[in-house]
């Protein structure tokens, strides 16, 4: 009799777990079924309970994830395999301030930890970038002797990287017995992430020489890398791996394909790829947009534009962006208006600082001042930030209106007193107007803040490896070469009608001193070395930090023509694509 009655049992819990199974991640089902525990006794079966809660938690609402509390308050006797559960869960769907509760709720009850479930609670540390409270669950791991699980491991190294502490997460990572993938790939993109692409790149040729397989999402951080510091031959080398491997072109790696070759300045191969694509996204189109954009395509842009929208999806908010930019770098006002009325009448897209960004960048750099301040006056609910006054400051340098730059320079600095780079634009503005005495006033303000010009660079890729250069750089083995090259190289550009642009330095300076500061900028270096160790007829490609100066912007023109190469330059803002003598921008930067 009384086998018989465990029998019956059984079969109403199987009954219930049938039922929770059918309910899914509904909340409205979830409940009854929540009911049907209560009414029939179960309320203390950990199997229904666990599933009930995991269930619950899932649905991935916030009314769902009060009701995961409440259940799990109501429960006297949760087990570790409950708490794990329900921590993995609310992780996994985007509850990290829940994880974290849960867990000192775990905690609270004295329940043992697994691997998985301090696993989880990393994860949702490194969401949070909850770097104070991740240290103590890494003083559990431990504490707990998890410290060589290859799971958690891995998990700390990602939590590291997210929380900006990198010298940490790769103590961590180079303290494992066993580096699983995924730990691999926490630390390439942490690297990558945080700005670090070279770091990035160094690990991946580390992976390589140490013959561990990689995925696409190794490939995915890589490519991005290769973006950051234009490492275009190891960008065609991912390319062709995938090619070699038949690995599918899946829209993720696809766009990463695009924004690498866009970035990298090769803007063919990116439309190859775009066009080889199966499936196109709302990002691979807004990313074959952006790439045309940034290199001063703007027709080429906004004929893709017109394609998304006869065959594509409908764009979103980030396609607009890449529009509008794409209008302002090429001077496409019209277009460019008609594109930002489109967005909030016909898409009802509510314009975004960045959109207003782009406006007053595209109306100034036109030189509809007037227009781009109006635009800045009517911006509201939306306060002004100093991405729109420095938008509005660039374009009066660039236009020489010094009473509308004062009254940028005066709001920009009064959001960013601190920015170095304000300032010297400041300067540089009344220098333009001949007002050396307002041009002194700033440098001593900069002087008495403690405020320095951020440090210029441009890097060249040469035999699969990146070189790094400095205005007046000695710290190249081969210096003297490049000196006399480049040397050499200007002379025969001022033979053919090359002055030098010195409103690109101090106008206080010797005129012999100013040549001498404008030969050997940053870029200059790096083209000349980049001319000596590249086949003939080869592209150049340059990556600068900063917009690049007008004299090296003049000099290169004059350097395409006296090589017959084409160069290729990467600044701050844009693409310049040199040959015979002229630039894509045509002046418009």
Known sequence: MMQWKDRMIDHRQLSLYHFLLIAGHRIKPLQQVHAQIIVSGKTTSLPLLTKLITSTCASCASASILYTHQLLYSISNPDSFLFSSLIKTSTKHNFPRD?????????????????????????????LSALGIGKLVHCHVLVGGYGLDSFVQAALVSFYAKCGELGVARKVFDEM?????????????GYEQNGLAQEAIGLFECMRDLDVEFDL????????????????????????????????????????????????????????????????????WTAMISVYGMHGYGKEAMEIFHLMKLHGP???????????????HAGLVSKGQLAYTSMIQDYQIAPKLEHHVSMVD???????????????????????????????????KMHKNINLGVVAAENLLAIEPHHPGHFVLISNIYAMAGQMDRVEMVRNVM????????????????????????????????????YR???????????????????????????????????????????????????????????????????????????????????????????HHFEDGSCSCLDYW
Not at 314 to 322: L, W
Not at 488 to 498: A, F, I, K, P
């Open 99 to 127: 994880s974290l509760i849960f867990y000192r709720h775990m905690l609270a009850c004295k329940t043992e930890c697994s691997n998985h479930t301090l696993t989880a609670v990393i994860k949702a540390c490194g969401n």
């Open 177 to 189: 017995p066993q580096r699983s993938l995924v730990a691999w790939n926490a630390m390439i993109s």
């Open 217 to 284: 999402v190794t490939m995915v951080s890589v490519l991005s890398a290769c973006s950051q510091v234009g490492a275009l031959g190891l960008g065609q080398w991912i390319h062709k791996y995938i090619n070699r491997n038949n690995l599918q072109l899946n829209t993720t790696i696809g766009t990463s394909l695009i924004n690498m070759y866009g970035r990298c300045g090769d803007v063919i191969k990116a439309r190859e790829v775009f066009e080889s694509l199966v499936q196109h996204n709302v990002i691979t």
């Open 314 to 328: 409908p764009p979103n908010s980030v396609t607009f962006i890449a529009v509008l930019s794409a209008c302002a």
């Open 362 to 396: 595209m109306l100034g750099r036109a030189g509809l001042l007037n227009e781009a301040y109006q635009h800045i006056q009517n911006m509201n609910p939306i306060k002004p930030t100093a991405a729109v006054w420095t938008a509005m400051l660039g374009a009066c």
């Open 447 to 482: 002087i008495q803040k403690g405020l320095k010009k951020q440090v210029g660079y441009a890097t060249i890729e040469a035999d699969n490896k990146t070189y790094l250069f400095s205005m007046g750089d000695t710290s190249h083995p081969e210096t003297d070469a490049i």
């Open 485 to 575: 090259y480049l040397d050499e190289l200007m002379e025969r550009c001022r033979e053919v009608g090359y002055t030098p642009v010195f409103e690109s330095v101090m106008h206080e300076v010797e005129e012999e001193e100013r040549v001498h500061a404008l030969r050997y900028h940053s870029e200059k270096l790096a083209l000349a070395y980049g001319l000596l160790k590249t086949q003939e007829g080869s592209v150049i490609r340059i990556v600068k930090n900063l917009r690049v100066c007008e004299d090296c912007h003049m000099a290169f023109k004059f350097i395409s023509v006296v090589t017959k190469r084409k160069i290729v330059v990467r600044d701050k803002l844009r693409f």
